[in-house]
């Protein structure tokens, strides 16, 4: 079973530029995760979707940040304005129920200059 | 909401040694309580999971307990091994709302050869 893929990989941007990430869950997950894990910290939730509906968002800087998952699949998460303090690395994860473990893809690592 | 405290934040063991890594959580209604094993440059790996009705659960060298009217669980890694050094993230998931996964800050497991 393929896991989470999440693309890119790395991303250098400067800081007011602009910045999207895109995720695709484990075929048939419900539940889609967009974490934001800073260095040496633990990943802080974003976003949660199930399927396409957005069931917490309470953490996400929305002056800034916002995230979509158009027909319940894939996912994208955007930045705009960047600024420094979003350096971070970038978790997507999904769950097959929102009750269920969560399976985390590698992360896209932005470092914002 | 919930919040998730772990120690320590650095733990160094020697090769054979057992660790353990403790978290407390602030809410009283969460039920699922999950491990997870983050290599550099990886993304979060469920290791292992323990839920509300358990106490105990063990898989091979690694064990989790659960105290419930403490609110706080551990883990517990025996005869430990080289591949074991990662940075360990506990977390605990609400059960009202969006059943968000609030995660503890990670410890840095290192195994002295």
């Known amino acids: 079973e393929a896991g989470v893929a999440q693309s890119p990989r790395y991303k250098i941007i400067e800081k007011r530029q602009s910045v999207a990430f895109w995720c695709n869950p484990i075929?048939?997950?419900?539940?889609l995760y967009w974490y934001q894990q800073i260095l040496g910290q633990g990943p802080k939730l974003l976003i949660q979707?199930?399927?396409?509906?957005?069931?917490?968002d309470s953490q996400l800087p929305k002056d800034r940040f916002s995230a979509e998952r158009l027909k319940g699949v894939d996912s994208t998460l955007k930045i705009q304005p960047a600024k420094l303090e979003d350096s971070a690395v970038y978790l997507c994860?999904?769950?097959?129920?929102?009750?269920?473990?969560?399976?985390f893809g590698q992360g896209t690592r932005l470092t914002v200059v | 909401g919930e919040n998730v405290e772990q120690h320590p934040s650095t733990l160094s063991v020697q090769e054979g040694d057992s660790a353990v890594i403790k978290c407390t959580y602030s809410?009283?209604?969460?039920?699922?309580f999950p491990w997870y094993k983050q290599e550099l440059g990886k993304g979060p790996q469920l290791i292992i999971d323990?839920?509300?009705?358990?106490g105990e659960k063990k898989d091979q060298r690694i064990a989790v307990t659960l105290n419930k009217t403490a609110k706080h669980f551990s883990l517990h890694i025996t005869e430990t091994q080289p591949e074991d050094s990662a940075v360990y993230f506990c977390?605990?998931?609400?059960?009202?709302?969006?059943?968000?996964?609030?995660f503890g800050q990670g410890t840095r497991l290192t195994i002295n050869p």
């Open positions: 994860a999904s769950s097959p129920l929102r009750n269920t473990e969560a399976f």
């Open positions: 075929s048939g997950h419900a539940t």
């Open positions: 979707f199930q399927n396409n509906g957005v069931v917490d």
């Open positions: 809410d009283s209604a969460s039920n699922y």
């Open positions: 323990i839920r509300s009705n358990v």
């Open positions: 977390a605990a998931r609400m059960v009202q709302g969006a059943q968000k996964l609030v």
